[in-house]
């Protein structure tokens, strides 16, 4: 008779974090977070840098209704953690807002102008292409997490301290 | 420093061949394989060996160091690479014992592929977990070529997309894993208005590892310039001890897995257990070797920018990613 198992994934609601016994270590070197317990934590769509290699990042997101729209002068790609979260796309009808030498979303104005593209509905472990240039907008009906691959950008918040083990 | 010891190896009897690069040199019999240089013998079990020699060799030596177990292994400077014998093994290095040799990346690695070529035996596939596979053991039996030249998936943009490294099925033989068969295989639906059909791009990644055909080998999924999500699924032990040039991060998107954390001299310094959505960074003056209960999907998370080499180089790259 073949095995059976039980893939554990967790969500923001229900995560069990695990951490760091040192012998001879300072633990802060691990930088040591969890994904939903930041998206618990935190404001509808801050954007928390759980993650930064020189200047990339993985950013921890918690979606709950509506955001603002974001754009971004390249690619970043997002993926849904726990929960359903719809990304509605817009084509711009003004590019000049983007700065080619500037990385990292950033927010548009509420009643940004373009050209609807679709949208693309997210469950637990669905990732999406936020292609470079092109608006977008989250929407999740409860609170849901988001990890996002990105750039340190003007809408990154880096709050090491009060995330990480010490 | 006392005399160096051979043991009695006869490939007449196992049917295996001897390999020397350099001062280097490797036999195998039914159960070990003996690793000699000008300082010494040294002996490891032949699955441990051919499992770490796998991973050396589909990682292109990697980032860093790829430590075999306490004493053997390679460091790579990226167009040469070192093998040595106990430099990274305090007792080794007082003894006198320690010995390191520099080959042109290309030469390692053709004499590297040459071993597993020879001594990986038919139903023996180091990539796979424990449970998976046959047994490394006996004398010469066939090869797993076809296993053991199998290429890593490497994303440009991300996996899925049109011309780009496409997604895992059954039809292209990636069945879902025995341990992952309750993870949901729905993919996201997409929504494009007409004109825009081809630029919204979606995938189920965590359906995509449930079709992980290996263990502990990173494949890439998304792109952003070098930043590079390395996704992969591990189970039962990583085969080598990695030690990193530079700071890493891994992400654990499901199950559980536990870092035996030592430091370049091999002495244990701490243990990171990772549970769902945890996030460690991997300094990059450690070593660290993961052990996986279940098979467990993990995000390892690499900088692949040139200029970390420059960084690497002139010794200014950061050992830890963030101080706080």
């Known amino acids: ?166 | 420093m006392t005399s160096v010891i051979k043991a009695t190896v006869d490939n007449s009897v196992s049917g295996y061949q001897t390999f020397t690069v350099g001062t280097f040199s490797f036999n195998r019999d039914e159960y070990f394989a003996y690793i000699n240089c000008p300082n010494g013998e040294y002996v490891m079990s032949i699955d441990d060996f051919l499992r770490a020699l796998m991973r050396d060799v589909a990682w292109g030596f990697f980032y860093g160091t790829v430590a075999f177990d306490d004493v053997f292994g390679t460091i790579n400077h990226y167009g040469n690479v070192d093998m040595y014998m106990g430099a990274q093994h305090q007792d080794w290095i007082v003894s006198e014992r320690a010995y390191t040799e520099n080959f042109k990346s290309d030469v390692l690695m053709g004499v590297f592929k040459s071993i597993l070529s020879d001594w990986v035996n038919e139903g023996f596939d180091p990539f796979a977990a424990p449970q998976e596979t046959g047994l490394a053991w006996g004398r010469k039996n066939g090869n797993e070529d076809a296993l053991i030249d199998r290429q890593r998936e490497v994303a440009k943009r991300m996996v899925g997309m049109p011309g780009d490294a496409p997604l895992r099925s059954d039809e292209n033989g990636y069945s879902v894993n025995r341990a992952f068969a309750d993870v949901d295989q729905e993919q996201p639906i997409i929504e494009a208005m007409p004109g825009f059909e081809g630029e919204l791009s979606a995938f189920n990644f965590f359906g995509y590892l449930s079709r992980s055909d290996v263990t502990w080998n990173p494949s890439v999924v998304s792109v952003v310039r070098q930043s590079l999500f390395c996704p992969t699924t591990e189970e039962y032990i990583l085969p080598i001890d990695h030690g990193n040039d530079r700071c890493e991060w891994f992400l654990q998107m499901s199950d559980e897995i536990i870092w035996d954390i030592k430091d370049k001299e091999s002495h244990p310094i701490a243990t990171v257990t990772m549970r769902a959505g945890d996030v460690s960074a991997m300094p990059g003056d450690i070593r660290h070797q993961g052990q996986s209960p279940k098979r467990s999907m993990l995000l390892v998370w690499e900088n692949g920018s040139p200029e970390i080499l420059e960084m690497i180089r002139n010794g200014t790259v950061p050992m830890v990613p963030v101080e706080f």
Request: hydrophobic share 35%; charged share 30%.
């Open chain 1, 1 to 166: 008779m073949s095995t059976e198992y039980k893939t554990v994934f967790a969500s923001i609601d229900d995560y069990r974090k695990g951490g760091v016994q040192c012998l001879n270590e300072d633990p802060k070197r691990y930088a040591f977070s969890n994904l939903y317990e930041v998206a618990a934590t935190n404001a509808p769509y801050d954007r928390i840098v759980v993650a930064k290699n020189l200047d990339y990042t993985i950013e921890s997101v918690r979606a709950e209704g509506g955001s603002d729209w974001y754009v971004c002068a390249h690619d970043e790609f997002v993926v849904a953690m726990d929960y359903d979260v719809e990304v509605h796309y817009l084509k711009l009808e003004d590019e000049s807002v983007i700065d080619d030498d500037k990385d990292g979303a950033f927010k548009l104005p509420t009643n940004t102008s373009g050209q609807e593209m679709g949208r693309i509905f997210l469950k637990r472990g669905h990732m999406a292409l936020l292609p470079e240039k092109n608006a977008y907008r989250f929407h999740a009906n409860r609170p849901s997490t988001l990890m996002i691959q990105s750039i340190l950008g003007e809408e990154s918040i880096e709050k090491w301290a009060d995330i990480c083990l010490k």
